[in-house]
């Protein structure tokens, strides 16, 4: 009787031991199920394809947990566009960015700042925030942007007509050379609205005789948004 007892025993401890390592290997739950559906929730929220690409990468294919602030920057617009009017009359299109080249409808991303990340995922958010901080020697600068992952549309707008329509002196194109010279990021990695939005606030900066070379390299430096 006794050995029937131990042995019923030990038949109950293996089913417990087997159906302990099948749970392990196996954890799908209500609550993991929830949590999937929490996060392709949040992709579908995003309005550009490389936001989304970007929170798939982040999530490791909606498998993980994604740090609010850089679900944030994949819900900005994220293009590599050098023209911002279609967006700025709210009824055009703009094209995407290294990420994903699929065009943007203005309406779909109403009430977004242009972002970065144009090139790459940003994973580096302790340098992001050392940026913020040196732009912050610049905030004299009417309508400068003070993060460039959230410009506003109108903001970008208004340096590339600048850009555009600002010509320098041979003494303040001699400045600008040495600014590009001297920068590590230079106005930006490609020539898109960033790039042109840089342009024009360095030769703003230039044609305001207050700032050197070294200081509108350094803002140029630190608005860096291509992402990594």
């Known amino acids: 009787m006794n050995q029937q007892k131990i042995a019923a025993s ?25 949590f999937h559906q929490q996060l392709l929730a949040t992709e579908n929220s995003l309005p ?36 911002v009017d279609g967006l700025a009359s709210g009824a055009g299109t703009m094209s995407g960015s290294c990420i994903d080249s699929s065009l943007i409808p203005a309406q779909s991303v109403k009430g977004k700042f ?10 580096d958010t302790v340098k992001y925030h050392e940026h913020l901080q040196k732009l912050q020697a610049y905030k004299s600068i009417p309508d400068i942007p003070l993060d460039p992952m959230h410009t506003p549309v109108e903001m970008a ?27 590590m990021e230079k106005p930006c990695c ?11 606030i360095a030769k703003k900066m230039i044609k305001d005789g ?17 992402g990594a």
């Open 210 to 226: 207050v700032w050197n070379a070294q200081q509108i390299a350094a803002y140029w430096d630190s608005s860096d948004i291509c």
């Open 157 to 183: 707008k208004k340096w590339i007509d600048y850009d555009k329509n600002t010509t320098l002196t041979p003494t303040e194109q001699k400045m600008y050379d040495d600014v590009y010279a001297i920068s």
């Open 48 to 83: 550009t394809e490389a936001g989304k690409k970007n929170f798939l990468k982040r999530s490791y294919n909606l498998t993980q947990r994604v740090d609010a602030e850089l679900v944030d920057l994949d819900s900005q617009i994220i293009s590599c566009d050098a023209n």
């Open 114 to 123: 242009m972002g970065g990340q144009c090139c790459s995922a940003m994973t």
């Open 10 to 34: 030990i038949v109950g401890a293996a089913l417990l031991v087997g159906l302990f390592i099948i749970l392990r290997s196996h954890p799908a739950s209500v609550s993991d199920t929830t």
């Open 190 to 200: 490609c020539k898109c609205w960033h790039y042109y939005t840089n342009e024009g």
